[in-house]
């Protein structure tokens, strides 16, 4: 296992609300999509940069999110351990709480339309459906993208989320 014989179109879902090295979220994120961008993946299209509020605890530092389309020869767990890779380069830490704050977390959120539930990886990405600061620059790198799990496409998805989450994120870059 590692890599495929042909190119699969990917999304993968961008986020931090900590500085790495003094270099606040906003500066570190298209730091990460040059750091992507390489042999075995290859970076299609970046979305503008979000600011959205710390949840579930909004007295945390805001997030910065954004949303790249990528091909890539490398197979869904590869491509995830490489993830994993790039978020350590960039100083993240895995701890027990999965909504603590963090210098970056990439999610895959789509891999060619794929369904895969394993204990290291779901896809599409469980949750990705239901939030507003992955939908909203997942829109402009996928405009068409439909969610494998419920057949609706990105569109409908975000009308379907609750109006005060989707002005809470604000595109900023």
């Not at 503008?48 to 949840?55: D, F, I, K, M, N």
């Not at 539930?117 to 600061?133: I, K, N």
Request: hydrophobic share 40%; charged share 25%; net charge negative.
């Amino acid at each position: 296992m590692g890599q495929q014989t042909r190119p699969v179109r990917a999304l993968i879902a961008l986020g931090g609300n900590l500085p790495w090295q003094d270099i606040a979220p906003e500066q570190l994120l298209p730091k990460v999509f040059d750091a992507l961008d390489g042999e075995e993946i290859r970076v299609l299209a970046r979305s503008s940069l979000w600011r959205t509020p710390a949840w579930p605890d909004p007295s945390a530092p805001a997030y910065v999110n954004a949303a790249v389309a990528i091909e890539t020869i490398l197979d869904p767990q590869a491509l995830l351990r490489r993830l994993h890779a790039v978020e350590r380069r960039f100083g993240r830490e895995r701890g027990e709480d999965r909504n603590q704050s963090r210098t970056l977390d990439l999610d895959i959120i789509d891999f060619g339309g794929q369904r895969i539930d394993t204990p290291e990886l779901t896809l599409p990405h469980p949750r990705a459906a239901s939030r507003a600061f992955v939908l909203l620059p997942l829109q402009e790198v996928a405009p068409d993208w439909v969610d494998p799990a419920s057949g609706q496409g990105i569109d409908a998805l975000i009308l379907g989320l609750p109006d005060s989450d989707v002005t809470a994120c604000v595109r900023i870059g």
